[in-house]
């Protein structure tokens, strides 16, 4: 009858074992791309067992880093649903997830870069897919109501606005940018086809709202 209360302490420390080593990562891969898992079980504070317990390889490592990920966009998402959702205007909207999103890909900025060398396109397409499709869900009415530019369709205007908030979060990487979203909010926006000064309006209502 106590073996079970035995066992509870056990998957409590691994589980905090776990959530420790996540954490170490995404830091010391933040700083040293090449970092080891060696490396990463010492900052962590374990011994090199206990990490590969948990994770085997180095890509078993940025899987789970990868799912980390993809759980925060999606319970982001959730959260910030109303700022982003057709109450809003579409200008609005996307300056709004834009500066929601920043947070999310700036926290894991490093890890785009990884998980597409590692882990493959496919995979780090997969992680970004709600998001994709929720700037697509913008555009498609900004683009009916006027507000946004025609020439592309939303899903494409999506995929390229994607790419180009992925660039400046690796220019972020590389030292050459410092942002804190709202220049990217904007640049989206330009590219959206909202002209410069409404769109300098929008990203500056929807960092007060």
């Known amino acids: 009858m106590t073996k079970p209360a035995a066992r509870a302490p056990q998957r409590s420390n ?6 420790r080593i996540l954490a170490t990562a995404r830091q010391e891969l933040g700083r040293n791309p090449d970092a080891t898992l060696e490396e990463i079980a010492q900052a962590s504070g374990v011994v090199r067992r206990t990490l590969f317990g948990h994770f085997p390889g180095r890509a078993a490592l940025l899987e789970a880093l990868a799912e980390e990920a993809s759980d925060t966009l999606r319970s982001t998402l959730a959260a910030g649903s109303e700022r982003f959702g057709p109450a809003e205007p579409p200008e609005r909207a996307l300056a709004s997830f834009v500066l929601t999103m920043w947070a999310v890909g700036d926290r ?3 890890l785009l870069a990884l998980a597409r060398r590692d882990l493959g396109s496919a995979r780090v397409t997969e992680v970004l897919a709600p998001a994709r499709a929720g700037v697509t869900a913008i555009l498609e009415r900004g683009q ?5 530019h025609r020439h ?3 899903a494409a205007l999506s995929a390229g606005l994607e790419a180009m908030t992925v ?33 300098r309006a929008a990203v500056e209502r ?3 709202a």
Request: hydrophobic share 45%; net charge positive; no cysteine.
């Open 152 to 154: 592309l369709p939303a």
């Open 206 to 208: 929807a960092q007060t």
């Open 108 to 110: 894991y900025r490093l």
């Open 144 to 148: 009916r109501d006027g507000v946004f």
């Open 14 to 19: 691994a589980r905090s074992n776990r959530a």
């Open 167 to 199: 660039a400046l979060l690796e220019e972020v990487n590389a030292r050459a940018l410092r942002d804190d979203g709202t220049r990217t909010a904007l640049a989206t926006l330009i590219a959206a086809g909202v002209p410069e000064p409404a769109a």
